[in-house]
């Protein structure tokens, strides 16, 4: 990824997966994204950098409860759940559920719905920044 998930370099194909590419003195190390004082680099932020795969590859496994329901650490959960929550919170997929899902999904814009000009959305952004400024110097 270079500037956001549809940005990336196109050495990320040339990689293998799963692979732990080491920072230094690799291609990766050069790449720069936006921090909090400016440009960095990725060298200057970790030491290796683990690829899994392309994004759109990647799913996650979600064990149905069947596979929790009866043993210790299952019973373990649940009486954890029924401490912290009134009413334990169903974190295990329901019966039917497919177990391997998709990692990422992508947020594909409706066609019936035009987004706004940033013209509009620079507006609101002022009027919330006005609205908060206001708030604060009524508190003070």
């Not at 590419?21 to 950098?49: C, H, N």
């Not at 064990?63 to 329901?69: A, E, F, H, K, T």
């Not at 169903?90 to 999904?105: C, D, E, H, I, N």
Request: charged share 20%.
């Amino acid at each position: 990824m270079v500037n956001g998930y549809d940005d990336l370099n196109p050495g990320f194909e040339q990689i293998p997966a799963p692979a732990l590419i080491e920072m230094k003195g690799s291609w990766i190390s050069k790449l720069q994204f936006q921090g909090r004082g400016g440009p960095v680099t990725w060298d200057q932020t970790a030491d290796a950098y683990p690829y899994l795969g392309p994004r759109d590859e990647l799913t996650l496994i979600k064990n149905p409860r069947s596979d929790l329901d009866g043993t210790p650490y299952g019973k373990e959960v649940e009486r954890r759940l029924k401490i912290q929550f009134t009413q334990p919170p169903q974190l295990l997929p329901s019966p039917g559920t497919p177990a391997v899902q998709p990692a990422f999904s992508r947020n594909v814009p409706s066609s019936s719905a035009p987004l706004p000009e940033a013209s509009a959305v620079n507006q609101i952004t002022s009027a919330r920044v006005n609205v908060q400024t206001a708030q604060i110097t009524r508190l003070n």
